[in-house]
């Protein structure tokens, strides 16, 4: 694991967050994971669950893009309720289109559907339920995500905060601070 995967799975730890380490990597990645940037590629092969306390908000691992994994939640998840809602072809269309360019990496249940996805030219998105697809930019990298993590509390206000440290008011919960 590299230093900052290190260090953003350590203040997810110190944030109540479990941490198990990964499983064999196998041969090549999963067909999900094929045109991902290999930094997003690294990070979810660094652990095989990374989930707040009450499992609510997870990071995908490398397992769960295998088409074997089990679980209650596909990696695509969002994307298969997405086309089940559609009502039109072409409705459908822009369904696959969207996620064809995004590759969901946390996925949360807590307030509502959500998500964080890292788009085909590396920036994170946010979305959530009813309109998945109505995704915002809050990273122009997966790195700043990283970043972000690992200096919380910079900013308490971003959407971000809300997904990964909902629970976590005081400001001194940072290892070392």
Known sequence: MTEPFRTATGCLQHAGWTYEPPTSTGDGAPFPLRTAPDTVIRWVSSFSLLANADETVWFLSRDDYSTGADGAFAWNEYEQLSLQAATTDDEA???????????????????????????????????????????VVVFSHFEDLLTHIISWPARPDHVIDGLLFDAISIPDARPGH
Do not use: M
């Open 93 to 135: 269309a822009a369904v696959s289109g969207f996620w064809t360019r995004h590759l969901p990496l946390l996925l949360s249940v807590r307030n509502g559907y959500e998500y964080l996805a890292v788009r085909d030219d590396g920036a994170v998105v946010h979305g959530a339920e009813p309109e998945f697809e109505e995704a």
